[in-house]
């Protein structure tokens, strides 16, 4: 059995905390903390919301990264990542040792967690 400890920031983002963490400097700087420290980050619903905002200026890496998100968020994320597919529930990506799992919602859950415990 593998001991390896399971190391990421979990964004799961709803309602109006969508507008509350898009607009924190806190949270956006732990976000971007832990992903300049190679650590997986990992969003779902509106967690994309918070990423394309808090990641759009704070790496270039990030935005070589193809997410998935659920449909109707997508106009928030023009020409902010490489692309987004909506033919996967869940993309995973790793450009330059950075990684990124985004997911569409809660109906794609399970295989999300599946993703997760495989990195």
């Known amino acids: 059995m593998n001991n390896k400890i399971l190391d990421f920031a979990f964004y799961y983002v709803v309602g109006k905390g969508t507008i509350k963490i ?8 732990i976000f971007v903390a832990h992903y300049v420290t ?8 509106a967690g994309s919301i918070a990423l394309s905002t808090h990641f759009y200026d704070a790496d270039k890496n990030a935005r070589k990264h193809n997410i998935t998100c659920y449909p109707e968020t997508a106009n928030s994320f023009k020409n902010k990542f490489k692309s987004i597919k909506f033919d996967a529930p869940v993309v995973y ?11 569409q919602g809660l109906a794609t859950s399970i295989e999300f967690v599946c993703k997760l ?3």
């Open 22 to 29: 898009t607009s924190c400097k806190k949270a956006g700087a």
């Open 93 to 103: 990506g790793e450009i330059n040792s950075y990684h990124l799992i985004s997911s």
């Open 117 to 119: 415990l495989s990195h």
């Open 38 to 45: 190679n650590k997986s980050v990992t969003v779902m619903l």
